[in-house]
């Protein structure tokens, strides 16, 4: 079992910055593959980045250049740095967890989503 908790989510302007953080319960973090996605209203649910347990990157190609994660294995944490934030970065945002290596998945794990708001 992986329990995953974000936080960080909030109302902020174009162009501001946001960081968002996802903490882990549970064993075996530092062998998750960790994932960020989000889900605007009316629109399917889109990877944002991920990272394998030998910090191999994807970014999705709408915030590549302008996010960046990370893990930190001994705090159990997972971490989405948003710069440049645009108002089509608002949606609830997601970390996700799988025991596999690839960033594909399966994710089986997920948090229960945090808010970040983008105004003009």
């Known amino acids: 079992q992986v329990q995953l908790v974000e936080s960080g989510g909030g109302l902020v302007q174009a162009g501001d910055s946001l960081r968002l953080s996802c903490a882990a319960s549970?064993?075996?973090?530092?062998?998750?593959?960790l994932g960020w996605f989000r889900q605007a209203p009316g629109k399917q649910r889109e990877l944002v980045a991920a990272?394998?347990?030998?910090?191999?990157?994807n970014y999705g190609d709408s915030v590549k250049g302008r996010f960046t994660i990370s893990r930190d294995n001994a705090q159990n944490t997972v971490s989405l740095q948003m710069n440049i934030l645009l108002p089509a970065d608002t949606a609830v945002y997601y970390c996700?967890?799988?025991?596999?290596?690839?960033?594909?998945?399966?994710?089986?794990?997920w948090g229960q989503g945090t808010q970040v708001t983008v105004s003009s």
């Open positions: 996700a967890a799988a025991y596999g290596n690839s960033w594909l998945g399966p994710y089986h794990y």
């Open positions: 549970g064993r075996t973090f530092s062998s998750l593959v």
């Open positions: 990272i394998t347990s030998d910090s191999t990157i």
